[in-house]
């Protein structure tokens, strides 16, 4: 295994163990509350999401096929923060897998029935999924601030640019 697939992984990892962590602190309530800043989405469908765009990788590696669109769509991970809480070390550990091709099936069109296919790779999509977590996570960010007095970390939803940029900015 390459030293950048690697650093993904780990860069994962560390993204999930902190999303981990906060939800922990969140009870169910908290967890499954519309919130009107997420235009009533709750934080935990915005957990379940992540989780599902790391299980649709996973589950295209083996057949060469991604499609995010696929998805299940879990009620039981949107509203249980323990269930989830359990799922998120699997998905890392799903990733510790050598890069391979992949093609990533998409529909950008709601009126075109069939699926664009896009050349990609395992690396560019364990990529793609980080900075989609990382998206997700400063939503929740949002979420977590309105319904919880839970103090998040300072990079919780911050790409690892902008942390490196702002410690540079404060030197």
Request: glycine share 6%; hydrophobic share 35%; net charge negative.
């Amino acid at each position: 295994m390459n030293s950048g697939t690697h650093q993904l992984q780990h860069a994962v990892k560390t993204v999930l163990v902190q999303l981990s962590a906060t939800i922990s602190e969140l009870t169910m309530e908290e967890y499954g509350q519309p919130c009107s800043n997420l235009f009533g989405n709750t934080i935990g469908q915005h957990v379940r999401h992540i989780i599902e765009l790391f299980q649709c990788l996973e589950k295209g590696y083996d057949s060469g096929i991604i499609n995010y669109e696929k998805r299940n769509r879990d009620k039981l991970i949107e509203t249980d923060p323990k269930l989830a809480c359990l799922m998120l070390p699997e998905i890392h550990t799903a990733l510790v897998k050598p890069n391979r091709d992949l093609i990533l099936e998409a529909s950008y069109d709601e009126h075109n029935q069939g699926y664009l296919q896009i050349h990609t790779n395992f690396e560019r999509e364990i990529a793609y999924n980080l900075e989609h977590t990382i998206h997700h996570m400063a939503l929740i960010r949002v979420g977590v601030t309105e319904v919880s007095a839970l103090t998040l970390p300072e990079e919780f939803g911050v790409a690892p640019s902008t942390v490196k940029y702002r410690k540079a900015c404060a030197q």
